[in-house]
């Protein structure tokens, strides 16, 4: 009959000690327990990471001193991903879509153990525990994000190590049956892999803070940590790696070591000779950089299917090998160093598991790296992680809470093919989700399907139905300097097109033009009055009259009856006002006789009035339009041009305006109203493809979509919102249109907006100051995808984009991991947010994919559906079961559905 032992709990139990739980141990020891995160995010790209990590433990290794213990556990588990239940139709089938899958994680603890008293019996030492939890408090302190373990926690972080599970979320204990090389868990097997062999202590002669990687161009140099391997690990269900450093009293190490440099000195063999030197280079160390001297302990737990064990156990041995580590051959004693894994029980290894090395070398062994999380925010969106896991990330709140933007506007770059499209149409939809106002400029159709979906509006310029505008009509309380600005702006860009170049005389004239032309419609003058030139004229024919009439020598005033019947009271007051003003000031002066003045003033009076009041009754505005605009253009531009004696070349204006103007070949563009309802649609696409090549309409239509955007802004000033502009930017990214592109960009964000620029050439970056200037400087973020295509040139590109060599390396990532296994079709894209940027996944549903294509059969087949069904969601749950029951390829199936006559689908 076959013995069974008892495996005995090395703990004592925990005890309330103010705001900490502490975990005594048998032996006395007391211990406290924190969860922390890793600071360095696997593939950060950043060796500064590692190096102010392994710095920030050295100085924790300080901090605790001699009688401490430090263990790191670091647990690499695999789980299903389970998301969350989601309200809204496509966000459900992306859910779907991740279901299940297998995604790592990684949890890490830090275990503080103050080693008792030795001695016979266990003695309570009050100032001892005192010391642990301030020490505790200062690691804490040290450590972001890090949170105390209370009992329950311990419990159930203790029950989960013993059983190595981390996947069930109800933990259930079984047998061990341990054995020279592994110990059984009733279908699992768990085998310890220590990193040294006592006997021989294989390690490599310099060790660092983190490994780079070699392979293909694009990932070479990539910095990660020494043992990322452990993310890779095939058969593995959970991988506990267990980090020790004992905190020896120097005094007594350095004294041990002299006298073994003294023993193996005295005896005259090759190998003790280089035991001394190898001493001596530890005992310079320490002298020369102020080592610490520390004993050290790595042990890699691995646990899985008892089958599968040996293959996972070959591949940590050969990463191992690779980095010139040969790990103990004789760990027999599996169950004590599996029981050392526990928290705290570090206290039980043996003199043999322990090596002598400084603190520095020992904490570049120490595990580095973190998963992606997602961030603590109201605003995220979700993209996988590099894994092919969904993570949350917050485009906007966070980032500017924290200040690492300034605001919300974006710039995506990326070569065509690279799933920019696909980006933006993922973006686009989750945006949706957080009741955003989407305004679209489009030049391919990348967003039909979309709009579709959510039912919004999609407007097309075809020659028949051209997108119409009249930026001109507001209300007083509209008009403003940001307002004369942009028509100031569209009216030169009318004027000298797209690529033309004002001078700043022409603009202050046209800026002058607007003013007057908005205030003789909002304040018109009861009087119209007379212009300067017309005053002077005047002036010229009163003294041309007096000249021809005998002037009385007495000095007498004339009879008011006179000139009663002339003038009536409401015009004598006229003429008083008018004199007031000094309109025939030097003239009376010349004459003293001021009635008679009045007499011959009077015989021009009417006269003067009927032709004022004609002249008035031309500069009346009924309608606010470009054609009202046009006619008071032309008439106020020769007034001031004739009394500020400037240079304009008004025929010119004339001519080129014209065919904006009533019955020109333009005139609808600028003359009628845009529907109102775009001021409370939420999602609108302006599809501008087939003038995307007209050199006169191609800028104006985008110019005026970017002030429906404002109006929109202002209107709606409680709701997000978004302009996305594709390549329609280029259109008006010319010097005549900096000055705008810069006033929209810096008020977006007073607004709760953005605008997002998107491109694929690279040229159109390079060597543009207004890209760098309006766009790039005020976009906070920046979205890249696969930027190969460009590697070659990828210096003016990184200049122009201000991206350091940590942030190049992470570019150069994009697509070239190998991560592709067990995932859809994805695409990565690296957004920077601020200074620093991580590389995301876009990976989507099949019923996002159908939504958000660009092929034209695959657009086609899908609205075949559609329509048939009469519903979006519908029709794409109808495509895609019957997609599934043809067993056919999506390529073939959407080839049988676009070949299907048409009446006969239907």
């Known amino acids: 009959m076959a013995v069974k032992n008892l495996f005995n709990i090395p703990y004592a139990g925990i005890d309330r000690h103010g705001d900490y739980d502490l975990l005594i141990g048998l ?65 459900q089938q992306y859910n779907d879509h991740f279901r299940g899958r297998d995604c790592l994680r990684v949890e890490t603890y830090l275990v503080i153990t103050r080693r008792a008293k030795k001695g016979a019996f ?89 490994l780079e990687m070699n392979g293909k161009e694009s990932i070479r140099g990539f910095p990660v940590d020494l043992l990322s391997f452990l993310f890779k ?113 570090g206290v039980e290894l043996k003199e043999y598991d322990w090596f002598l090395t400084t603190c520095d070398a020992a904490i570049c062994f120490f595990f580095k790296e973190s998963l992606q999380q997602d961030e603590p925010s109201d605003f995220l969106l979700r993209f996988t992680d590099r894994q092919g896991i969904p993570v949350g990330m917050d ?150 009259k007096l000249k021809e009439i005998s002037v009385p020598e007495e000095d007498t005033p004339a009879d008011p009856a006179e000139f009663s019947e002339v003038l009536n009271d409401a015009e004598l007051a006229e003429i008083d006002h008018w004199l007031m003003r000094g309109l025939a000031d030097s003239v009376a002066r010349e004459y003293k006789f001021r009635a008679f003045f009045l007499r011959l003033y009077a015989l021009d009076i009417r006269i003067r009035k009927n032709i004022a009041r004609e002249a008035f009754r031309s500069k009346l505005i009924k309608q606010l339009d470009f054609n009202s605009f046009y006619e008071f253009a032309l008439w106020k531009l020769p007034e001031i ?24 070949e333009y005139a609808a563009i600028l003359n009628e109203a845009a529907d109102q309802s775009l001021f409370t649609e939420r999602f609108i696409v302006f599809e501008i493809d087939s003038i995307k090549e007209h050199r006169v309409l191609f800028p104006i239509v985008t110019l005026i979509i970017m002030d429906v955007f404002i109006q929109k802004m202002r209107f709606r000033s409680n709701r997000r919102k978004a302009l996305v502009v594709e390549e329609a930017w280029k259109a008006i990214a010319s010097p005549l249109m900096a000055g705008y592109l810069l006033y929209l960009y810096k008020t977006v964000r007073k607004f709760w907006g953005e605008a997002i620029v998107v491109t694929q050439e690279l040229g159109d970056i390079i060597g543009n100051p207004i890209v760098k200037d309006s766009i790039i400087n005020n976009s906070d973020t920046i979205c890249l995808l696969d930027q190969t295509k460009f590697r070659d040139n990828y210096d003016e590109i990184a200049a122009l984009l201000a991206t350091n060599e940590t942030e190049r390396r992470k570019i150069f990532t994009i697509n070239q991991l190998e991560n592709q296994d067990g995932r859809g079709r994805f695409k990565e894209v690296y957004i920077r947010r601020g200074a620093t940027g991580e590389v995301y996944g876009v990976e989507v549903s099949l019923h996002q994919y159908l939504t958000y294509t660009t092929e034209k059969p695959e657009k086609s087949a899908v609205e075949k559906y559609i329509k048939r069904i009469g519903n979006y969601r519908q029709g794409l749950d109808a495509f895609v079961l019957d997609f599934h029951a043809s067993g056919q390829s999506l390529s073939a199936f959407i080839t049988s559905v676009n070949q299907t006559d048409h009446e006969k689908f239907n």
């Open 27 to 91: 032996s006395g020891e007391v211990s406290v327990i924190i969860r922390m995160t890793n600071p360095v995010i696997r593939y950060s790209a950043s060796p500064a990471g590692y190096e102010e990590f392994h710095q920030l433990f050295n100085n924790i290794v300080k901090l605790l001193g001699d009688g401490y213990l430090l263990q790191k556990q670091d647990i690499i588990s695999h789980a299903d991903y389970q998301p969350p239940e989601a309200a809204e139709y496509l966000q």
């Open 122 to 210: 266990y003695q309570y030492d009050s100032g001892a525990i005192m010391a642990l939890t301030r020490v505790a408090e200062k690691v804490c302190d040290l450590l972001p994000f890090s949170k105390v373990l209370n009992e329950a926690q311990i419990n159930h972080l203790t029950v989960r190590i013993l059983s190595m599970d981390f996947r069930s979320p109800n933990v259930s204990l079984n047998n061990l049956a341990p054995s020279e090389s592994e110990i059984r868990m009733g279908d699992r097997s768990l085998r310890s892999i220590t990193l040294v062999n006592i006997d021989s202590i294989d390690l490599p002669t310099e060790v660092s803070t983190h």
């Open 233 to 345: 690990v095939p058969g593995s269900e959970v991988i506990l790696f267990n980090q020790l450093i004992d905190i020896p009293d120097q005094t007594a190490v350095l004294r041990k070591l002299e006298q073994k440099k003294k023993r193996h000195a005295g005896i005259p063999d090759p190998a003790n000779q280089l035991c001394v030197e190898d001493i001596d280079l530890l005992l310079n160390d320490v002298a020369r950089e102020s080592q610490l001297l520390v004993h050290a302990h790595y042990n890699i737990l691995i646990a899985g299917r008892h089958e599968l064990l040996p293959k996972a156990t070959n591949y940590i041995e050969s990463a191992l090998f690779g980095m010139g580590i040969i790990p103990s051959k004789n760990a027999y004693n599996q169950l004590e160093l599996f029981r050392s894994a526990l928290p705290g029980n």
């Open 395 to 544: 485009p906007a709140d966070l980032p500017m809470r924290t200040g690492r933007i300034n605001n919300r506007n974006k710039f995506v770059l990326g070569p065509s093919g690279s799933g920019k499209s696909f980006f933006m149409n993922a973006l686009i939809e989750q945006y949706m989700l957080y009741e955003m106002d989407m305004v679209i400029v489009d030049t391919g159709h990348s967003y039909s399907g979309l709009c579709a979906y959510y039912q919004g509006k999609y407007i097309t310029y075809t020659d028949q139905q051209p997108i119409t505008m009249n930026p001109f009509q507001i209300d007083e309380s509209e008009y403003n300097i940001e307002k004369k600005d942009f028509l100031a702006t569209l009216i030169m860009l009318l004027w000298k097109g797209a690529e033309g170049i004002s001078t700043q005389v022409e603009r202050d004239v046209i800026s002058q033009v607007i003013s007057a032309y908005y205030q003789h419609y909002f304040n018109p003058p009861e009087f119209p009055g007379l212009s300067k030139i017309e005053r002077e004229a005047i002036r010229t024919a009163v003294a041309e």
């Open 641 to 664: 041009k004739r009394d500020e004696g400037i240079s304009f070349d008004l025929d010119e204006f004339r001519y080129v305006l014209k065919k904006f103007y009533r019955g020109g």
